[in-house]
């Protein structure tokens, strides 16, 4: 668990949502006015058990923030049934585990305020057939770091660990 935040609109299903940067920073604010914010997120389409619409496929088509002047996505943002979206990890642990992931980029740009740790943000993500979903994200906890391949290991599978592990 990474301390980021989750949430369900039609068959789209978004786990670890959350502002990323690379600490340390000085004092509290991790990106200033006018800069550009990262977001990492897992989407999974789960359309085989979505009882509202039956839509097989989907695709993430914008995300925006009242706290940004737009969002960017880049890549291929189609997701197929039973298929995985990931965005803001160098080496996402669902690739590990689904074969059937792509791997996209998303941030807020031309930010309006700081966002600042300890904080959460409103963005909405919004789908071509599911509709928007509205989260109050939260800024990546340093202390919680997600699994990203320059860490050298956070004990998901396949990844070495980074500390050795004390057996007792």
Do not use: C, K, W
Not at 2 to 11: A, C, F, N, R
Not at 34 to 41: H, I, N, W, Y
Request: hydrophobic share 35%; aromatic share 4%; glycine share 12%.
């Amino acid at each position: 668990m990474t301390g980021g935040v989750g949430g369900q609109v039609g068959s789209m299903i978004l786990r670890d949502a959350q502002f990323t940067y690379d600490p340390p920073v000085p004092g509290d604010t991790v990106y200033e006015p006018g800069a550009t914010a990262p977001l990492q997120v897992t989407i999974v389409n789960d359309a085989t058990t979505a009882l509202d619409d039956g839509m097989r496929a989907d695709r993430l088509v914008s995300v925006s923030s009242p706290i940004a002047e737009s969002g960017r996505i880049v890549g291929d943002t189609r997701i197929p049934d039973g298929h995985v979206l990931t965005a803001g990890y160098d080496e996402p642990v669902s690739s590990i585990a689904a074969d059937e992931t792509t791997v996209a980029d998303i941030a807020l740009v031309g930010l309006t305020e700081p966002i600042r740790a300890g904080l959460t943000y409103p963005v909405v993500f919004t789908f071509e057939h599911a509709g928007e979903l509205r989260l109050e994200v939260p800024v990546e906890n340093p202390d919680i770091l997600p699994p990203r391949a320059r860490d050298a290991g956070s004990g998901a599978p396949g990844i070495p660990q980074r500390y050795p592990v004390d057996p007792g």
